[in-house]
């Protein structure tokens, strides 16, 4: 599904800036694909290169990034918990959410954020036309990407955040990190009953979890458990429609997937690196292309 990406006329030399990701697994990333279309079609000597980096690894890749000279880095499963440890200073957003996926290196010092909440949010306004701010929204998931986007949530005035999840005790940290900003949030589990009364009150749906990734491997929630006044928003791009994003869109819910969360915290990684402004319109082609055009 993910192809071999055409190869561009690029252009290597002693002063071509190098950026990139590490992650474990990492060959199915997208990311090279948006990032070097972006460099290509503003001129930019830079280039973007995945690295398969083991946990045990993280701390030695990211000093060794920095001695080289390299720009910056994103970081995907499963390093973007433990890197929080190994920056010399991190944003605040960053800090809340306790995860990083973005590094950028500046005096020698290695500066962390987490985009993916940038992203997220740009994806609801751009996608719904719709801010947090008055919102009860439920988030599925306790992960990294559902830690990311219930902080958002709380960060930018949601009133109610419910986290549902598989293993209940995992939202716990997140419920106590919400807490001090917002009484109105609480972890249940994924108990059918107790899912469709919180979705019933919800006018935003999230899934953060990876299911939706592969066929047959569903939360189960059906046509019957959302409404048309509803938004829901699935992180998952590939496939381009979820089985949830379809029973939500029976229901005539507004319904968008992952893509645009990917594409703008991209774009926002772009720009603490480089300091110049994403072309959005290039990296979301260029992204479409690479996973299939399915989306
Ligand atoms: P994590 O491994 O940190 O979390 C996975 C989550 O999925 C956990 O809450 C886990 O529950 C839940 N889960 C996994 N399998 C099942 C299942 N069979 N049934 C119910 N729940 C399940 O992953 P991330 O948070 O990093 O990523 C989650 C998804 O978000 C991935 O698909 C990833 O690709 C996507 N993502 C998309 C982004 C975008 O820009 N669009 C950005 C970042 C991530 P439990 O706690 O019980 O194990």
Known sequence: MCGRQPHTSMHIDGSTRIVGVFGAPITHTASPAMHNAAFEALGMNWVYVPFHVEAANLRSALTGMRDMGMAGINLTVPHKVPAVGLVDNIDSEARHIGALNTIVVEDGKLRGFNTDAHGFAAALQEEFNLSLQGLRVVVLGAGGAARAIAVKCALEGATEIVIANRTVSNTEPIVREIAPRLTKCRGIGL??????????????????????????????????????????????????????LRAAAQAGAQTANGLGMLLHQGAKAFEIWTKQKAPLAVMRRALQAAIGGDA
Do not use: C, H, W
């Open 191 to 244: 108990d059918r009953p107790a899912l469709a009364r919180v979705i019933a009150g919800a006018k935003l749906v999230v899934n953060a979890t990876s299911v939706g990734l592969r066929d047959g491997d569903a939360l189960r929630l059906d046509a019957s458990m959302f409404s048309s006044d509803q938004y829901v928003f699935d992180v998952v791009y590939r496939p381009a429609e979820t089985e949830l």
